[in-house]
C-alpha cells in the first residue's frame, strides 16, 4: 500500500510537471510565432529590394560609363578649343606684326618722298 501511495503521489507530480510544462510550451510559441512571422515577412521584403537592386545598379554602371564618355569626349573638345584658340593668338600676334612692319615701310616710302 504504502509503495503504490507513493507510486501515486510520484504519478501525480509527474502529471502536474508535464501539464506545467505543456504550458510552458504553449507559452513559448506565442512568443515565437509573431517572430517567425515577422522574419518571414522581413525575408520576403529583401529579397524584393535584391530584385529591384539588380536593375537600378545595372543602369547605374551604364550611365556611370556614358558620363565617363561624355566626360572624356568634353575633356578633349576643351583640349582642341585651347589649342584652336592659342593657334588663333598666334596667327593674330603674327598678322599684326606683320602689319606693323608693313605700316613700317609705307611710312619709310612717305617721308622719303618728298
Do not use: H
Amino acid at each position: 500500500m504504502e509503495v503504490r501511495e507513493k507510486v501515486q503521489l510520484q504519478l501525480g507530480r509527474a502529471e502536474e510537471e508535464a501539464k506545467r510544462l505543456t504550458q510552458i510550451w504553449e507559452e513559448l510559441e506565442v512568443l515565437v510565432d509573431p517572430m517567425r512571422k515577422e522574419v518571414g515577412f522581413i525575408r520576403k521584403r529583401i529579397d524584393m529590394v535584391n530584385k529591384e537592386l539588380k536593375p537600378l545598379g545595372q543602369s547605374c554602371q551604364k550611365k556611370e560609363k556614358e558620363y565617363k564618355e561624355a566626360l572624356e569626349a568634353f575633356n578633349e573638345k576643351n583640349k582642341e578649343k585651347a589649342q584652336l584658340v592659342t593657334t588663333l593668338m598666334e596667327l593674330l600676334t603674327e598678322s599684326e606684326r606683320l602689319r606693323m612692319k608693313k605700316l613700317e615701310e609705307l611710312s619709310k616710302n612717305v617721308e622719303s618722298k618728298p
